[in-house]
T-cell receptor, first 113, second 112 residues
Framework: ETGVTQTPRHLVMGMTNKKSLKCEQH?????MYWYKQSAKKPLELMFV???????ENNSVPSRFSPECPNSSHLFLHLHTLQPEDSALYLC????????????FGQGTRLTVV | QQQVKQSPQSLIVQKGGISIINCAYE??????FPWYQQFPGKGPALLIA?????SEKKEGRFTISFNKSAKQFSLHIMDSQPGDSATYFC???????????FGAGTTVTVRA
């Protein structure tokens, strides 16, 4: 195990639903990230949190709303998604927000129908 | 704009052969170049990383070669094994762009 746990592993949701993805890290890291992974494309950084403060929002649509209540937990709230939002959503953490030595969770496979 | 370009998209190698994956970057401020390995159903895991003060780093059967003047780096998997079959991502970070920029990935298949 990498020390980063994501739930659920799979999620199917309709375009009018509201759901949340959860991430928990047990590594004592200070930075957490959300990435989107689509087939044949580079990992896309969505959000970066450092010490529970959002330090980066990579032009992500407002239908994705992150929340970081403490340095160990990260959520991604989803509402009114589109089919093109179907992807693997990966959470990662690192000691600092430098991006070095990032540890990834197993991801949530999201399908929007 | 994709900051790290990775090739090939996929490759097939026989057991015992050498797998070579190449990456190129533009941002000269990059100073950290990791490689991640991802198996199906798993998240990427750090495999090996290099900084530009060395031209090569070896860990077991995995070697990174780094060419600073050409702004290129590559991963060599020696004596490839079926268990090495996975998708490999190169990445880079540094300078003002502290966050990791990833390549598009290379799917490696090792045939027994």
């Amino acid at each position: 195990e990498t020390g980063v746990t994501q739930t659920p592993r799979h999620l199917v949701m309709g375009m009018t639903n509201k759901k949340s993805l959860k991430c928990e890290q047990h590594l004592g890291h200070n930075a957490m990230y959300w990435y989107k992974q689509s087939a044949k494309k580079p990992l896309e950084l969505m959000f970066v949190y450092s010490l529970e403060e959002r330090v980066e929002n990579n032009s992500v649509p407002s239908r994705f709303s992150p929340e970081c209540p403490n340095s160990s937990h990260l959520f991604l709230h989803l509402h009114t998604l589109q089919p093109e939002d179907s992807a693997l959503y990966l959470c990662a953490s690192s000691q600092t927000a430098s991006g070095t030595e990032a540890f990834f969770g197993q991801g949530t496979r999201l399908t929007v129908v | 704009q994709q900051q790290v370009k990775q090739s090939p998209q996929s490759l097939i190698v026989q057991k015992g052969g050498i797998s070579i994956i190449n990456c190129a970057y533009e941002n000269t401020a990059f100073d950290y170049f990791p490689w991640y390995q991802q198996f199906p159903g798993k998240g990427p895991a750090l495999l090996i990383a290099i900084r530009p003060d060395v031209s090569e780093k070896k860990e077991g059967r995995f070697t990174i070669s780094f060419n600073k003047s050409a702004k290129q780096f590559s991963l060599h998997i020696m004596d490839s094994q079926p268990g090495d079959s996975a998708t490999y991502f190169c990445a880079a970070s540094g300078g003002h762009d502290y966050k990791l920029s990833f390549g598009a990935g290379t799917t490696v298949t090792v045939r027994a």
